[in-house]
């Protein structure tokens, strides 16, 4: 069975910071590059950060770069996103999501997903 696990979503006020994980069971993450999305109320789901599966390579969304850094830890199958800086805009559920791409910012490349975690930022 393949399993995304997220965690880590919060309440926060704005300028505050979360780090948010992404556990992922071996056959998930072995050689996937890694991706975090996000949706907020009303929205479509929105790219907004993915890591190579060596860590080498990284994209963000504009709206979170130098706010958001991800990353991974392979021998613990696990994915990071830590979020600096928060503003009440960044509220959204938060998805991550695994690729056989070698990394790629579009949804549709990714084929595992989460169940989400919650983030909301208050002004």
């Known amino acids: 069975q393949v399993q995304l696990v997220e965690s880590g979503g919060g309440l926060v006020q704005a300028g505050g910071s979360l780090r948010l994980s992404c556990a992922a069971s071996?056959?998930?993450?072995?050689?996937?590059?890694m991706g975090w999305f996000r949706q907020a109320p009303g929205k479509e789901r929105e790219f907004v950060a993915a890591i190579s599966w060596t860590g080498g390579n990284t994209y963000y969304a504009d709206s979170v770069k130098g706010r958001f850094t991800i990353s991974r830890d392979n021998a613990r199958n696990t994915v990071y996103l830590q979020m600096n800086s928060l503003k009440p805009e960044d509220t959204a559920v938060y998805y991550c999501?695994?690729?056989?791409?070698?990394?790629?910012?579009?949804?549709?490349?990714?084929?595992?997903w989460g169940q989400g975690t919650q983030v909301t930022v208050s002004s």
């Open positions: 071996g056959r998930t993450f072995s050689g996937r590059a």
């Open positions: 999501a695994a690729s056989t791409a070698l990394i790629t910012i579009f949804g549709y490349e990714y084929d595992y």
